[in-house]
């Protein structure tokens, strides 16, 4: 998606803050951990449910999961969405693991990532300080981005 937006005129992406981030989900969170009785579920009635902790039950539709199949496009070796990229991430993140980031950050031009870490941060960053080191975060995409102009 970003490539496709950086094409766009008027205006370039500028840059991306990604928090919590889970790139091509399908595939490297929900499809590993279907199990037998999920996929009889997609298959007879097209979705499946499972419980969260962040909503009453999250639905996965079959075709949510095969237009993920289709579009799993960012974990790719040297995938470039052409802007810096500032990635945080709370290491108490019950919903998205540390590999992932670490996959994510594996994939993206070294010279244009930022990953900062939040030690007792949870998936959601609410709270006052993460916010803090949020909006910090998007300042510096702001500053930097004024300087190149």
């Not at 939040?118 to 300042?139: A, F, K, T």
């Amino acid at each position: 998606m970003v490539k496709e937006l950086n094409k766009q005129p008027p205006f370039p992406i500028a840059g991306l803050l990604l928090i919590a981030p889970a790139p091509d989900f399908t595939k490297e969170l929900i499809e590993p951990r279907l199990t037998e009785a999920d996929k009889e579920q997609l298959k007879t009635k097209g979705y499946f449910e499972e419980k969260s902790p962040y909503f009453e039950t999250n639905i996965w539709q079959k075709e949510t999961l095969e237009d993920g199949e289709k579009n799993n496009l960012v974990l790719t070796p040297n995938f470039d969405p052409n802007c810096p990229v500032h990635i945080i991430y709370g290491l108490k993140d019950d919903a998205v693991p540390m590999k992932l980031i670490d996959k994510l950050v594996s994939v993206l031009p070294k010279e244009r990532v930022v990953k900062t870490i939040i030690n007792d941060g949870d998936h959601q960053l609410s709270r006052p300080e993460d916010i803090e080191v949020i909006l910090r975060s998007l300042d510096d995409l702001i500053n930097t981005n004024e300087k190149a102009l």
